[in-house]
């Protein structure tokens, strides 16, 4: 993000060049038009539809994984700040509340009628013309806007009939090492002691996890750590206390994992936020 506070973008693309397994240190509401995608949101695959809405929080892992097709590739993708989204909630309302995949009712897919898409549509558009326009106010109308919308978002994941077979079944196998690298990644795991966990090849481990993550189980363990580890940094907690923390051997080896990933250093991201 280049704003403080929130961010949209309205994409239209013939040709699109693929993208790593990744995340944001900002909410992303993802509104779905046109296109041949599948989505992959922390191992859970979603094949899109038009008019599919995803809802990604910043600790989730994610990647979209575009096939050719006819039609271009197009959506409208909506970054909210953390520290903004959470100023915008009141005691009584937590806006955030559509993002929270600790709710074991959370799906990151939510899967529209026609008269559900027509509103978001038409909110999201809203927004990118205000924020475009430069007319008196606007900064105050957009984010009446969009708090409106995320209102609206909120009071959409909590009706009942939000979901209706969005998910593509993870592969049982890789739903678990996903389970266990998410409770183990802390501490000396890899590639061969979680194979060696669970009694099969890593070679076949390491297959069956790419083909579902879309990237391989050392990465996967390394980008978790580093998600992290800039949770605590944001914090306030040092970068040598979050390093070891977050299953790094030591500061040396934590601080080339972190540079070469976000292209700054730790000690730079903790004057950044």
Excluded at 209 to 232: D, E, P
Aim: charged share 20%.
């Amino acid at each position: 993000m280049t704003r403080a506070n929130f961010e949209v973008f309205h994409y239209r693309d013939a040709k699109f060049e693929g993208v790593a397994v990744h995340q944001h240190d900002f909410y992303e509401v993802y509104f779905f038009i046109s296109g041949n995608v599948e989505y992959s949101v922390e191992g859970k695959s979603y094949h899109l539809n038009k008019g599919d809405l995803l809802l990604i929080n910043p600790l989730e892992l994610h990647q979209p994984r575009i096939a050719p097709d006819q039609n271009p590739y197009e959506r409208i993708v909506l970054w909210i700040n953390k520290t903004y989204l959470s100023r915008l909630c009141t005691n009584n309302t937590s806006l955030s509340q559509c993002f929270d995949n600790t709710n074991p009712q959370h799906t990151n897919l939510l899967r529209l009628t026609k008269a559900q898409q027509s509103y978001i549509s038409s909110k999201l558009s809203e927004l990118i013309e205000e924020t475009r326009s430069g007319d008196y106010g606007s900064d105050l109308a957009a984010e009446a806007i969009l708090t409106r919308f995320l209102v609206e978002l909120n009071r959409l994941t909590l009706s009942t009939d939000k979901k209706a077979d969005t998910e593509k079944t993870t592969a049982p196998l890789v739903s678990e090492v996903l389970a266990y690298i998410n409770q183990h990644y802390c501490e000396k795991i890899s590639l061969s002691t979680i194979a060696d966990e669970f009694f099969i090849s890593k070679y076949y481990l390491s297959h069956a996890f790419h083909s579902v993550v879309g990237t391989s189980v050392n990465r996967y363990i390394t980008l978790k750590r580093l998600i992290n580890a800039k949770q605590m940094l944001s914090s306030g907690i040092k970068p040598t206390t979050a390093a070891l923390h977050c299953g790094f051997n030591d500061y040396a080896g934590f601080y080339r994992a972190f540079t070469a990933e976000y292209g700054i250093t730790p000690k730079e991201y903790v004057i950044k936020v």
